[in-house]
Nanobody
Framework: QVQLVESGGGLVQAGGSLRLSCAASARTFEAYGMGWFRQAPGKEREFVAYISNLGRSTYYADSVKGRFTISRDNAKNTLYLQINSLKPEDAAVYYC???????????????????WGQGTQVTVSS
């Protein structure tokens, strides 16, 4: 069982920056690929970014490429999402999620993840 706890959300002006964190309870954090997803009111949850278990590979949604950076510190059991140049359309609840090595399904599909955090709210003022 893996528990994930996000933090770092808040109210930020458009153009500003935030760093989200996701603390994991897993004894073997490096055994999990990690993703960030987000869900805005009235919209479906969408993929944001993914990082492989050792951090060697990263993938991003087209809408965030060049502005968001996913990273991880396996020694601290922590996942990060650096968000720069925030836009009003980035406002959402952001969730981190973990999937075991070898999980089936594409990294951009929420159904391929085994564990989810409770989410952290990001609000963008224009």
């Amino acid at each position: 069982q893996v528990q994930l706890v996000e933090s770092g959300g808040g109210l930020v002006q458009a153009g500003g920056s935030l760093r989200l964190s996701c603390a994991a309870s897993a004894r073997t954090f490096e055994a999990y690929g990690m993703g960030w997803f987000r869900q805005a009111p009235g919209k479906e949850r969408e993929f944001v970014a993914y990082i492989s278990n050792l951090g060697r590979s990263t993938y991003y949604a087209d809408s965030v490429k060049g502005r968001f950076t996913i990273s991880r510190d396996n020694a601290k059991n922590t996942l990060y999402l650096q968000i720069n140049s925030l836009k009003p359309e980035d406002a959402a609840v952001y969730y981190c999620a973990a999937r075991e090595i070898g999980s089936s399904g594409s990294y951009y599909l929420g159904s391929s993840y085994d564990y989810w955090g409770q989410g952290t709210q990001v609000t963008v003022s224009s």
